[in-house]
């Protein structure tokens, strides 16, 4: 069933308005919106009607979007305002961000739109709601200093529960919303201790508390406690304490208490949230400076070993040396899947190499009591996916049923071929791939299984999980263009099957053909080599002048800057880092474009580069040599770049 929008656009061009409607057609909206390319008319359709989303192309002759923004803010309306913009670059776009804008977009990429629109409605939607209940509030704070009469009318209908108790604490009256909010009957709570309703813990929190506002009649404190819910469950309540004791008729303390339990929900999911973006960010700059130091190993490991001269016993020692930087960066890659950090590149893939390569890493998250069997299909068709997000399903799946099976169990991967009877399915294919994960752990009740695919709902108890997991693995697979499904039983298990398109390409290799460092082209050309990072530098500098290359090197983006505009008619090609000091990789690519746009620009980076990236996958158009690279690697792909020329 389609969700109705409002969306108003500010926009000249119609044709690239009907692509932008069209989009959220797709997305499941109905939409009704309205065009307009000028102030006036900008101004107009505000006073017609509230809207859900503004769009606004950021550059129209005669008026700007920045000035729609402007515009559309003064007004205090809380609305998501969305640039869509054939021209805007990062430096705008993060201009753009701070005046108030929520997101952007280029026009043709709306691969973000629908995920990114969603949020942002419902940013809006607890930001309208937070008000709402930040009003009612005060509202409730000053009704309860009005006369007798509309206090005992307040006390009937007021959403929160209104406890009116003795110095005893004993309960002399309550509102009828205690029924709503604790399930309780107000009559049989009435002559009872509050003490009784809350939490042990909380218990002498409460007493100091009366304590305080017995003592101070002006005193009017405010304390957060559990309460018992007729079910047996707590309810966190925001407590607010005043001494009305001899002012008839309500001639006791009054005890406002609001259940906040959702909002103490938010605010644990909030903080879990910042505590995985620091862990992110963390695996992300040790996986940039990790991969810096392979790069340098791997490489000159590799120039060493093409040294004819060298006996039987250092190659084989320089081999091992590696090998063991292959694994660290296999290591780093699983690391950064892990914490959704990785650049992600889909490809044709070989499902099976995947999950045999992972096999060590899962039987690691699993443990010993867990026994892990595989049933790979040797005749399993080519998916087209990325390794990273394969890899990020797999353990995700192996987490959590290692989590349903405490005393230890079975876990089952398999895969197979499968020709769909329907191919009109969600995903439009009907070749193919199957991956089932399956579990002989506890299950799934039927209540909980309806929501375990959206984000932050779990079953595990406070500490032990995010609900980040399964809603992951779901939108990895729908990002792929596959499907998930899942079954489950309480005491028998859980199985997960998911499909991915099956293509009609051989895999691509994982490295660079096992062809010789000697045996790649090297070429005449000048290359302008910016990176920060001294031994890769050196590194990456050394293999393309043994190829003859001609190489000017700088160590940050002003230095590499200053040498693309003084040699910009010599340089042939743009080799440069993603993050750099100063200025960074995307911004000095940005000036490179502008002084030649035909001037070919190869990116490197150790992890998902917001300057790179969509949503963690690389942006049409840029070319990524991706760290820790081996020197046969540097030198095909720099060929490959000058060759398109």
Same mark, same amino acid.
């Given at each position: ?468 997991? =399964?809603? @992951? ?6 990002? %792929? !263009? +596959? #499907?998930?499904?899942? &079954?489950?039983? *309480?005491? /028998? ?80 090609? =743009?080799? @440069? ?6 200025? %960074? !990789? +995307? #911004?000095?690519?940005? &000036?490179?474009? *502008?002084? /030649? ?49």
């Amino acid at each position: 069933m389609s969700e109705p929008l409002a969306a108003l656009l500010v926009e000249d061009d119609e044709d690239d308005a009907v692509l932008l409607l069209r989009e959220l057609e797709r997305g499941g909206y109905e939409v009704t919106h309205r065009r307009v390319e000028t102030s006036e008319a900008l101004e107009e359709a505000l006073d017609e009607r509230e809207w859900d989303v503004v769009f606004a192309d950021y550059s129209m002759p005669g008026f700007r979007g920045t000035d729609a923004l402007v515009m559309v803010r003064e007004r205090g309306l809380d609305v998501p305002f969305m640039f869509v913009s054939g021209t805007i670059g990062e430096a705008v776009a993060v201009n753009a961000m701070k005046a108030g804008a929520n997101d952007y977009f280029v026009k043709g990429d709306f691969a973000r739109l629908i995920p990114a629109l969603g949020r942002e409605l419902r940013d809006a939607a607890v930001r309208r709601e937070h008000r709402r209940a930040e009003e009612e509030r005060e509202a409730a704070v000053e009704a309860l200093r009005v006369s007798e009469e509309r206090h005992r009318l307040l006390f009937e209908h007021i959403a929160d529960v209104i406890f009116v108790i003795d110095h005893g604490a004993r309960v002399r009256y309550v509102s009828a919303s205690l029924r709503r909010v604790l399930g309780r009957d107000p009559g049989k709570v009435v002559e009872r201790r509050v003490l009784g309703l809350i939490h042990p813990e909380d218990a002498e929190r409460a007493r100091k508390s009366f304590d305080q506002v017995s003592t101070r009649a002006d005193a009017r404190p405010k304390v957060e406690l559990r309460m018992e819910h007729a079910d047996g469950s707590w309810r966190d309540m925001d407590c607010e304490l005043t001494n009305l004791v001899g002012k008839p008729p309500i001639d006791g303390l009054v005890v406002k208490a609001r259940d906040v339990t959702e909002r103490k929900r938010l605010e644990r999911e909030y903080r879990q949230v910042q505590k995985l973006e620091s862990v992110g960010r963390l695996a992300g700059g040790i996986a940039h400076d990790f991969n810096n130091v392979l790069t340098a190993i791997l490489g000159n490991a590799e120039l060493l070993l093409a040294d004819t001269t060298l006996t039987t016993e250092q190659r084989d020692d320089l081999d091992q040396i590696r090998r063991a930087a292959e694994h660290a960066s296999r290591l780093t890659s699983q690391l950064l899947a892990f914490s959704s950090r990785q650049v992600l590149a889909p490809k044709p893939l070989d499902l099976n190499d995947v999950i045999e390569q992972l096999i060590p890493m899962l039987n690691r998250l699993v443990g010993e009591t867990v026994e892990l069997r595989t049933v790979l299909d040797p005749d399993l068709g080519i998916a087209h996916a990325d390794v990273g997000q394969m890899e990020q399903i797999l353990m995700n799946l192996a987490v959590n049923a290692k989590d349903a099976m405490p005393a230890g169990g079975r876990l089952s991967v398999r895969t197979s071929n499968v020709e769909r009877d329907d191919p009109a399915g969600e995903s439009g294919a009907s070749r193919v791939i199957q991956l089932v994960v399956e579990d002989d752990g506890m299950g799934i009740d039927d209540a909980a299984l309806a929501y375990i695919f959206e984000p932050f709902f779990t079953t595990k108890e406070a500490g032990k999980g995010t609900g980040l997991g =399964l809603s @992951t693995v779901y939108g990895i697979v729908k990002q %792929s !263009g +596959g #499907e998930i499904e899942v &079954e489950s039983e *309480e005491g /028998r298990g859980t199985t997960f099957t998911i499909h991915l398109p099956r293509v009609d390409e051989p895999p691509a290799p994982d490295h660079a053909d096992e062809v010789e460092f000697d045996d790649v082209p090297g070429g005449t050309e000048t290359i302008l080599l910016v990176e920060d990072d001294a031994s890769v530098r050196r590194l990456a500098a050394r293999v393309l002048r043994r190829l003859g290359y001609t190489v000017l090197e700088a160590g940050d983006g002003a230095s590499g800057l200053r040498l693309l505009r003084e040699e910009r008619e010599a340089i042939d090609l =743009l080799f @440069t880092d993603a993050f750099l000091p100063g200025v %960074s !990789g +995307g #911004e000095l690519a940005d &000036e490179a474009r *502008e002084l /030649r746009p035909d001037l070919p620009i190869l990116f490197m980076s150790g992890y998902a580069a917001p300057v790179l990236t969509d949503e963690g996958v690389v942006r049409p158009g840029v070319i990524l040599l991706g760290k820790p690279f081996t020197a046969t690697e540097l030198a095909q792909k720099v060929r490959e770049v000058l060759s398109r020329r």
